[in-house]
């Protein structure tokens, strides 16, 4: 599933692809995608109106476009495989191509995805929308104070915390693996029993890993979902091999449900 880092890259390549666009239709050819919507009345209330920005919450996309009446948001989610690119009409379509959105110029944003997990939804405030997700992490008020007095009201295992969307947005598991060896915290760790020097490691990786992703454009595993991700993680998907740290071999446990590598050495 593509998380903060690689949806962050979709939004900067997009944005400056749409921006100033007039939207013309918004076709859903699966209407489980968009849960609760009347697409085709939605698609009418957004004829004409043009895309004002391009947006990251989370792992969500927001699309904002202004029209003569009122301010709405288009909001897209990739879910596991899902993948958006601007096309031009002229290109051809693929079974796959579940949600589009037409601009009056023969643009086309498809979200192509073949397992049909994506969601659009088209809100008239996105921020009541997503109201129940956590902090930006590299936002300025995600402070390490704050980190701090979160943990101490946790007991569960660190993983599952930090995978948990209202804690923290964004975060999924390729990226709390790296951020966990990093801080060398095993996963399994309950979150209170964190040090306070713990948590500024903890606090410091979480930005700099996420820095360093969006910086090589995410995680690119060849799947297609992610275009030229250059980000090369140092404990994902690498079990067995050698930690870049001590050269011992990393492990791969199963935590909140979730394949999880870790330097059994390293941490603790």
């Not at 890259?9 to 995608?33: A, C, F, H, Q, Y």
């Not at 904002?64 to 495989?81: A, F, P, T, W, Y």
């Not at 790296?178 to 095993?186: M, Q, V, Y």
């Amino acid at each position: 599933m593509p998380e903060l880092p690689e949806v962050e890259s979709t939004v900067r390549r997009i944005k400056p692809e749409l921006t100033g666009k007039i939207l013309r239709k918004i076709t859903v050819d699966w209407t489980n995608m968009a849960p609760g919507m009347n697409i085709d009345k939605v698609s009418r209330a957004c004829k004409g109106a043009c895309v004002e920005d391009v947006l990251r919450r989370g792992k969500y996309i927001i699309i904002s476009v202004v029209g003569s009446d009122e301010e709405r948001h288009i909001i897209l989610h990739q879910k596991m495989s899902g993948r958006l690119k601007v096309y031009h009409k002229s290109s051809s379509r693929t079974v796959y191509d579940h949600v589009i959105l037409e601009f009056d110029d023969g643009a086309e944003l498809r979200l192509t995805d073949p397992r049909k997990f994506g969601r659009i939804y088209v809100v008239p405030h996105y921020e009541e929308a997503l109201n129940s997700l956590g902090p930006e992490p590299l936002s300025k008020s995600f402070t390490q104070q704050q980190l701090s007095r979160i943990l101490k009201k946790r007991k569960g295992a660190m993983k599952a915390l930090l995978l948990n969307q209202s804690f923290i947005a964004g975060l999924g598991n390729i990226y709390v693996d790296e951020i966990l060896w990093r801080a060398g915290i095993h996963p399994l760790r309950s979150a209170h029993e964190v040090t306070e020097q713990e948590v500024t490691a903890l606090h410091r990786h979480i930005k700099e890993v996420l820095r360093a992703a969006i910086k090589a454009h995410g995680t690119d595993f060849g799947d297609g979902v992610i275009y030229g991700g250059a980000y090369r993680p140092a404990v994902y998907g690498r079990d067995g091999e050698d930690c870049l740290k001590c050269s011992r071999k990393l492990l791969k446990l199963k935590v909140a449900g979730r394949g999880t590598h870790i330097c059994a050495f390293c941490q603790s």
